[in-house]
């Protein structure tokens, strides 16, 4: 481990990547049990399972950087929106 | 039709491992750095999400931000119909196209930081051309004093630097375009302007996006040219955004600020990166289409 | 016809003025470049390029230089050629989304990762090596070349491909014998862009380096800050950054208009 050292992990970060890569993981198997048809949603173009991830998560982390920037609020409730709106985006986007 | 083969994979890998190699680590390294308060090399705090808080609310960033999207923009409005321009000016062949080719395309390969140098000889009053030739005409100019030369320096840099790309691409897309069309064209009797409208703009519209995209990346992550010119003064008129990155991460030493505003400003070039990508496969299809 | 012509020269000398200036700044004495203004040198000299052309400091950055940017270029158009097939031909689990992320890593500033990098070729021992700088600027150029090359092997018809295979060539005779030689002008455009990405850029090439690979770009801003201002050796050093450029574009301006034609660029 001390190749990595220099990395400065931490629980948090590690936990992000590592539900980063499951989730890459989880994509695939679930495209090879049963693939995706592009589709037109609210979102103004036509998207697979996969582009509406990419733009769920991009989207989320606007939301947070959002929440950061503009609320005193604990960043939990800004999680929490993003959250939620990555599930409607994967559902109707 | 492409044939669905999984075995692509296969001849994919090594491009993946190689860039996976390069962006991956640092940019968990980058991550991890953004949420702690590195004091020194076995002195970590975690703090959470306080740099992305105090990075978010910093007016010098803002500022900073403003200046490159001004900047950006104007590049762009600037750059490409200039290089459009030059392209339909170009001879289509013979000796006078390659001499004007090699011309044009010389500054492309001058290293970033030999391009600053240039310009800061060319623009100095003393010894430079540019300088001396301004102040002769009776203007106060000097890039090291005054903001707003400063700043009009840095684009004229730019787009000395880059509209020969711009030029280059679209007389390679005009080139592409087939004789007949404009025989056709003549025997309609359309003006120039109509040549222009009607054929050649749409027919350049693939490239002119690559190189909107390119110059859009690239100008936005302009770095080195105005270092050396001005070192991002007087005052802050000329610190872009990677400026200001690099003054804090290598100048202040401030790491966990300097790795949230990185994580931040590639969360920006992420989005520019999609919108951009999604127009240029629209564009894609058509242009097939018609080949 | 005429004005065209006209703008067009006009903006050439824009182009080649500052050029020009810096041209003749390198023949000149530093007394006579912060003398009077001279549109030629007055006493010609070559004494600026003699001081670098016989300094090992001076002339190893342009060894330097040279050797990091052939090895990318020939490490980036080798691994981007099986994988830009593999996009031109062949549809395959996450294809969009891995080509979009290698677009992502031409556009994320260098400055983001700086202090990551120092730190990864430090932690395997390749710190200021050629190699390092060479596969660090990989980083811009593989996507690029993928991308590049992608469309030229789009433009190659599928069935030369079918024609091959049915006449019993194996994946890789097919593609060094026959469709290499099909699209060389592409892989020359590609050459040209890799060699041009990777000779213009400084931050990554001076942050990876310190003496032993350092390159020419790093030596003149450091030269500049430790000696004061030799304006003539600075002007000649950097004249000399722009000749292997020159050169490139010279070999290869039958290729822009021709390859770029062809393929997507």
Redesign the interface.
Request: net charge neutral; glycine share 8%.
């Given at each position: 481990m001390e190749l990595f050292a220099w990395m400065a992990w931490t629980t948090p970060v590690a936990v992000f990547f590592i539900s980063v890569a499951v989730l890459l993981l989880g994509m695939t198997v679930w495209q090879i049990k049963s693939p995706t048809v592009a589709r037109r949603g609210f979102l103004p173009l036509r998207t697979t399972r996969g582009d509406r991830l990419f733009l769920g998560l991009l989207s989320a982390a606007y939301i947070n950087l959002a929440w950061t920037g503009l609320t005193d609020l604990s960043q939990w409730f800004g999680a929490g929106i993003a959250l939620l709106w990555l599930l409607v985006v994967m559902r109707w986007g | 039709m492409?044939?669905?083969?999984?075995?692509?994979?296969l001849?994919?890998l090594?491009?993946?491992l190689?860039?996976a190699?390069?962006?991956i680590?640092?940019?968990?390294?980058?991550?991890?750095?953004s949420?702690?308060d590195?004091l020194g090399p076995d002195q970590?705090v975690?703090v959470?999400?306080e740099w992305?808080?105090l990075v978010?609310?910093d007016p010098e960033l803002h500022e900073a931000l403003g200046r490159q999207i001004l900047f950006s923009a104007a590049v762009l409005a600037i750059e490409i119909p200039?290089g459009i321009?030059?392209a339909?000016?170009?001879p289509a062949q013979g000796w006078r196209?390659?001499l004007?080719?090699?011309?044009?395309?010389?500054?492309?390969?001058?290293?970033?930081?030999?391009v600053g140098?240039?310009?800061q000889?060319?623009g100095r009053g003393?010894?430079?051309?540019?300088g001396?030739a301004l102040n002769g005409l009776g203007l106060d100019y000097n890039y090291t004093g005054d903001s707003m030369d400063a700043w009009l320096t840095v684009l004229v840099m730019d787009i000395?630097h880059w509209t020969?790309l711009i030029a280059?691409?679209a007389?390679?897309?005009l080139?592409?375009i087939p004789e007949a069309y404009y025989q056709a064209a003549r025997i309609d009797g359309a003006s120039r302007l109509a040549v222009f409208r009607f054929i050649q703009l749409p027919k350049l519209r693939?490239?002119l996006l690559?190189g909107l995209l390119l110059r859009f990346?690239d100008s936005?992550?302009i770095?080195?040219e105005p270092f050396?010119l001005t070192g991002g003064g007087p005052g802050n008129a000329t610190t872009f955004?990677?400026q200001y990155?690099?003054q804090k991460?290598?100048g202040q030493f401030d790491?966990g600020p300097?790795a949230a505003f990185?994580l931040?400003?590639?969360?920006i070039?992420?989005?520019a990166?999609?919108v951009f990508?999604?127009l240029l496969q629209n564009a894609g299809p058509t242009e097939k289409a018609e080949h | 016809m005429k004005k065209r012509s006209f703008g067009l020269i006009l903006y050439l000398i824009f182009a080649i003025l500052p050029i020009y200036w810096m041209v003749n700044m390198s023949l000149k004495t530093n007394e006579e470049i912060t003398g009077a203004l001279s549109l030629w040198p007055q006493h010609l000299t070559f004494d600026n390029f003699r001081t670098i052309l016989t300094d090992p400091a001076w002339y190893g950055g342009y060894i330097n230089s040279l050797i990091y940017v052939l090895i990318n270029t020939v490490l980036s158009v080798a691994v981007a050629l099986p994988a830009a097939y593999a996009f031109s031909r062949y549809e395959f689990l996450g294809d969009k989304h891995l080509f979009f992320w290698l677009l992502t890593n031409r556009m994320s500033p260098p400055a983001v990762f700086l202090l990551p990098f120092f730190q990864l070729y430090s932690s395997i021992n390749l710190f200021d090596t050629h190699i390092a700088v060479a596969l660090a600027h990989m980083l811009f150029n593989v996507p690029l070349a993928v991308w590049i090359l992608e469309g030229f092997m789009s433009g190659v018809p599928r069935e030369i491909d079918e024609t091959a295979y049915i006449d019993g060539y194996s994946f890789p005779r097919f593609f060094i014998r026959i469709f290499i030689p099909l699209i060389s002008a592409g892989i020359g455009v590609t050459a040209f862009f890799c060699f041009m990405f990777s000779w213009v850029e400084l931050l990554l090439a001076r942050t990876l380096t310190s003496v032993e690979a350092k390159p020419i770009v790093a030596i003149m801003t450091r030269t500049v800050s430790a000696a004061g201002m030799d304006w003539g050796v600075l002007a000649a050093a950097g004249v000399l950054t722009i000749v292997p450029g020159a050169l490139v574009i010279y070999f290869v301006r039958n290729y822009i208009a021709k390859g770029f034609a062809m393929g997507r660029v």
């Amino acid at each position: 481990m001390e190749l990595f050292a220099w990395m400065a992990w931490t629980t948090p970060v590690a936990v992000f990547f590592i539900s980063v890569a499951v989730l890459l993981l989880g994509m695939t198997v679930w495209q090879i049990k049963s693939p995706t048809v592009a589709r037109r949603g609210f979102l103004p173009l036509r998207t697979t399972r996969g582009d509406r991830l990419f733009l769920g998560l991009l989207s989320a982390a606007y939301i947070n950087l959002a929440w950061t920037g503009l609320t005193d609020l604990s960043q939990w409730f800004g999680a929490g929106i993003a959250l939620l709106w990555l599930l409607v985006v994967m559902r109707w986007g | 039709m492409k044939t669905y083969n999984n075995k692509a994979w296969l001849l994919v890998l090594p491009v993946v491992l190689c860039v996976a190699f390069s962006a991956i680590v640092p940019l968990m390294t980058v991550v991890n750095y953004s949420v702690q308060d590195i004091l020194g090399p076995d002195q970590k705090v975690f703090v959470g999400t306080e740099w992305f808080k105090l990075v978010m609310r910093d007016p010098e960033l803002h500022e900073a931000l403003g200046r490159q999207i001004l900047f950006s923009a104007a590049v762009l409005a600037i750059e490409i119909p200039l290089g459009i321009l030059l392209a339909l000016a170009l001879p289509a062949q013979g000796w006078r196209s390659s001499l004007a080719l090699v011309l044009l395309a010389m500054p492309l390969l001058i290293p970033q930081n030999v391009v600053g140098t240039i310009w800061q000889i060319y623009g100095r009053g003393d010894i430079g051309l540019a300088g001396a030739a301004l102040n002769g005409l009776g203007l106060d100019y000097n890039y090291t004093g005054d903001s707003m030369d400063a700043w009009l320096t840095v684009l004229v840099m730019d787009i000395w630097h880059w509209t020969p790309l711009i030029a280059l691409l679209a007389f390679a897309g005009l080139r592409a375009i087939p004789e007949a069309y404009y025989q056709a064209a003549r025997i309609d009797g359309a003006s120039r302007l109509a040549v222009f409208r009607f054929i050649q703009l749409p027919k350049l519209r693939g490239v002119l996006l690559i190189g909107l995209l390119l110059r859009f990346m690239d100008s936005f992550m302009i770095y080195t040219e105005p270092f050396v010119l001005t070192g991002g003064g007087p005052g802050n008129a000329t610190t872009f955004l990677s400026q200001y990155l690099t003054q804090k991460a290598v100048g202040q030493f401030d790491l966990g600020p300097a790795a949230a505003f990185s994580l931040i400003y590639f969360l920006i070039i992420l989005l520019a990166c999609f919108v951009f990508y999604s127009l240029l496969q629209n564009a894609g299809p058509t242009e097939k289409a018609e080949h | 016809m005429k004005k065209r012509s006209f703008g067009l020269i006009l903006y050439l000398i824009f182009a080649i003025l500052p050029i020009y200036w810096m041209v003749n700044m390198s023949l000149k004495t530093n007394e006579e470049i912060t003398g009077a203004l001279s549109l030629w040198p007055q006493h010609l000299t070559f004494d600026n390029f003699r001081t670098i052309l016989t300094d090992p400091a001076w002339y190893g950055g342009y060894i330097n230089s040279l050797i990091y940017v052939l090895i990318n270029t020939v490490l980036s158009v080798a691994v981007a050629l099986p994988a830009a097939y593999a996009f031109s031909r062949y549809e395959f689990l996450g294809d969009k989304h891995l080509f979009f992320w290698l677009l992502t890593n031409r556009m994320s500033p260098p400055a983001v990762f700086l202090l990551p990098f120092f730190q990864l070729y430090s932690s395997i021992n390749l710190f200021d090596t050629h190699i390092a700088v060479a596969l660090a600027h990989m980083l811009f150029n593989v996507p690029l070349a993928v991308w590049i090359l992608e469309g030229f092997m789009s433009g190659v018809p599928r069935e030369i491909d079918e024609t091959a295979y049915i006449d019993g060539y194996s994946f890789p005779r097919f593609f060094i014998r026959i469709f290499i030689p099909l699209i060389s002008a592409g892989i020359g455009v590609t050459a040209f862009f890799c060699f041009m990405f990777s000779w213009v850029e400084l931050l990554l090439a001076r942050t990876l380096t310190s003496v032993e690979a350092k390159p020419i770009v790093a030596i003149m801003t450091r030269t500049v800050s430790a000696a004061g201002m030799d304006w003539g050796v600075l002007a000649a050093a950097g004249v000399l950054t722009i000749v292997p450029g020159a050169l490139v574009i010279y070999f290869v301006r039958n290729y822009i208009a021709k390859g770029f034609a062809m393929g997507r660029v």
